[in-house]
């Protein structure tokens, strides 16, 4: 082979990224249900077998509102869509208006030790028996959120972490990390790190559409 | 019944005192008989004979020998070990029976061809026997006897034709017969070394002198003669209990020693074509009560794996509280399980219902089984009655409600007070005009109570009420997340 062709292969690698393209996107996507939020992410939505880590100063502000449409999508499959451990009660009235299966909704709780949380997600997200699995950590290092992302692959599900505004500044090995910012005004997603793509990094979302 | 057909299989067990107690693999070890005047040797494992000891010896002299272990020989544990391994054996044929002290014959016959052959069905017996820790001496024959006589003069032969069995009955020695030592003493003084020898006398003369009942051995190894054999009645129930030979205080080499148990309960259940739904465990100690440990299962399983997986999940949460000297398990619960069909497609609806069951039961054996639930709606006003747990799969009603919040809080907030508005963390603006709910006189729980969704500067949505009646105005009940 010539030496171009040579080179070409090596650069057609995914695995590589060149400065001011857009490099593929390995797996697929899930939209997200806000056209605006699937513009700036690669793939255009949700990354499937990779974590999504949602940062949210506090609650109330619509953290869970924004994964809603993509639950909703993929309750219709035949996997579980796994809560585990969740700070309050999911209300299970409010989950079926915003078009949720019920009968897909897997919660786990009443969970004592920090160990058993991590390993409850990451047996769901290896399992491949998941489509989503959402979790809330507080305090969590670095390395352990390195496996679940490797969970993640396995398993081929979307796993959601969502964190408190401390962990903001501590680096984090997951694919997509996102951070709310909301006042009177308006809602904006800050998107702080993603798989290539490129696009707005501040998204506003009409908080209406959340609702 | 054609008797052309019949196929027997001795499994002859000449280990069973070391078996039964477990001391096969131990480090030196020797079962010893208590009866008599002073107790003897029995029976020594591999590495006791390396070390000398032998059948017979006394047991200063085995002291003498070094850091041997002696167990006194117990033959209700033989026997108990002899019934369960009959029923394992049920899943290869109706028919088994018991053959005491040591050992089991099974009709085979009419199983072969389920099995695909002899071979096939050797490759199942004996790697299944060597897994639950037995060395068994196999053997088989058309006739019971003649399977017997084979297996216990280490002949492991497959004889299927009636008509070779007497040339491969003759070389065998006069030990193998079931007749007392008195009599062998005779027959070796009349001058006969092997069964051959004995065949060759005329019957009139044998019966004469060793009685009718020796010259039927001989009949009904050859099959001349019937030999019925009464069938084994395995029980309904799956108990078996096993003594450790040494106390274990670790969770996990626990685990090693169900494996055993597992693996017979696994044979047992596929004998029934049954699954298990519920496992008992009860863990004994000395001195003290008894612990329980149970397994509950979703969907029938006999799957040894899986079994196994499920207890180490348990096993690794379990504080041992004492060591532990013994080990029961029993299986009350079993329902019917056919063997698996496998899916025509790989991923297909089935083989995920399969794995998506299995999965919860992973996570219920390690968090517990009310740590894992699935949701419903409850056609109730009352918000906190509105939802329920409920198991992970079941439908829930289809059924409409106003707007209601992301998440409920389990039990309601009191707000405080700050310029005559509810305060959380910052003046809540109310949006809209409030909802009446009341409801509840029925069961003693009524409520009657306005909603509002309420504002916070930030953009925090929240769900708050005021009460009717009572002296706190403001409570927080759910967040629109």
Redesign the interface.
């Known amino acids: 082979m010539s030496p171009d062709a040579v080179l070409d292969a090596v650069l057609r690698d995914r695995g590589i990224w060149r400065f001011g393209r857009e490099s593929p996107v390995v797996g697929e996507s899930i939209s997200t249900g806000f056209v605006d939020l699937d513009a700036s992410l690669p793939g255009g939505g949700w990354p499937r077998g990779a974590l999504t880590e949602i940062i949210a100063p506090r609650a109330g502000i619509g953290a869970l509102s924004l994964v809603m449409p993509a639950l909703a999508r993929l309750s219709r499959a035949d996997r579980w869509l796994a809560w585990i451990d969740p700070p309050y009660i999911p209300y299970a009235p409010a989950l079926t208006g915003r078009g949720l299966e019920l009968a897909r909704v897997l919660m786990v709780q009443g969970i004592e030790q920090s160990s058993d949380r991590l390993w409850a997600i990451e047996q769901s997200l290896r399992s491949g028996t998941c489509s989503a699995v959402l979790a809330w950590l507080r305090n969590v290092d670095t390395r352990a959120i390195r496996r679940l992302q490797l969970a993640a692959e396995i398993g081929q599900g979307w796993g959601v972490l969502f964190r408190p505004s401390a962990a903001r500044r501590e680096p984090s090995p997951a694919a997509l990390r996102l951070c709310l910012e909301t006042d009177r005004r308006g809602y904006a997603v800050h998107i702080l790190k993603r798989r290539g793509g490129s696009g707005a990094s501040i998204v506003p979302l009409d908080p209406g559409c959340l609702r | 019944m054609n008797d052309r057909s019949l196929l027997w299989l001795y499994l002859g067990l000449p280990c069973l005192p070391l078996e039964a107690l477990g001391l096969v693999d131990r480090q030196h070890a020797c079962v010893i008989d208590t009866e008599g005047r002073a107790p003897r040797v029995l029976m020594g494992n591999c590495a006791a004979h390396a070390l000398g000891a032998a059948p017979g010896m006394k047991l200063n002299a085995v002291y003498a020998l070094g850091d041997i272990e002696m167990y006194a020989r117990r033959p209700s544990a033989e026997e108990h070990a002899l019934r369960s391994l009959a029923a394992w054996c049920g899943q290869f044929t109706s028919m088994v029976s018991l053959a005491p002290p040591d050992g089991l014959l099974l009709e085979v016959g009419k199983s072969l061809a389920l099995f695909g052959g002899v071979t096939a069905l050797l490759e199942q017996v004996r790697p299944g026997l060597l897994a639950l820790g037995y060395h068994p001496r196999l053997a088989l024959a058309p006739t019971p006897l003649g399977a017997t006589f084979l297996a216990r003069a280490d002949q492991e032969l497959v004889i299927t034709d009636k008509r070779a069995l007497r040339a491969r009955l003759a070389p065998l020695p006069l030990a193998v017969l079931p007749v007392g030592a008195a009599v062998k003493e005779a027959l070796a003084g009349l001058g006969l070394r092997d069964l051959g020898d004995c065949l060759r006398l005329p019957r009139a003369g044998l019966a004469r002198r060793f009685g009718q009942e020796f010259v039927g051995i001989l009949d009904r190894a050859l099959g001349r003669q019937p030999d019925p054999r009464s069938a084994f009645q395995p029980p309904t129930r799956f108990e078996r209990r096993l003594e450790l030979a040494h106390e274990i205080e670790d969770a996990q080499a626990l685990l090693f020693a169900s494996r055993r148990l597992l693996l017979e309960l696994s044979g047992f259940l596929r004998a029934r074509a049954a699954g298990a739904r519920a496992i008992d465990w009860t863990l004994f100690h000395h001195g003290r009560r008894e612990s329980y440990l149970n397994l509950r299962l979703l969907t029938p399983s006999r799957d040894p794996e899986h079994l196994t997986h499920l207890l180490r999940a348990r096993l690794e949460r379990l504080e041992l509280s004492a060591p532990v000297c013994a080990l029961r398990l029993v299986v009350a619960g079993v329902a019917p399980l056919t063997g698996s069909t496998l899916p025509l497609l790989p991923g297909s609806?089935q083989e995920?219902?399969e794995?998506?069951m299995a999965?919860?039961e992973?996570?219920r054996a390690?968090?517990?089984t009310?740590?894992?639930?699935?949701?419903?709606?409850v056609a109730e006003h009352r918000?906190e009655c509105?939802?329920?747990?409920c198991a992970?799969?079941?439908?829930?009603p289809a059924?409409?409600?106003h707007?209601?919040?992301?998440?409920?809080?389990?039990a309601p907030r009191r707000l405080e007070l700050r310029t005559g508005r509810p305060y959380l963390?910052g003046d809540l603006e109310l949006l809209d005009r409030g909802e009446r709910i009341e409801g509840g006189w029925w069961e003693g729980h009524d409520i009657a109570r306005d909603y509002f969704v309420a504002r916070?500067?930030?953009?925090?949505?929240?769900w708050i009420f005021c009460e009717l009646q009572g002296t706190d105005p403001w409570f927080l009940h759910?967040?629109?997340?």
């Open positions: 609806k995920t219902q794995s998506s999965f919860i992973r996570l390690r968090l517990g009310d740590a894992v639930c699935g949701l419903s709606v918000p509105a939802w329920r747990r992970p799969g079941e439908p829930s059924l409409r409600f707007h209601r919040p992301l998440w409920l809080l389990k963390g916070r500067a930030d953009g925090g949505c929240f759910g967040i629109f997340e």
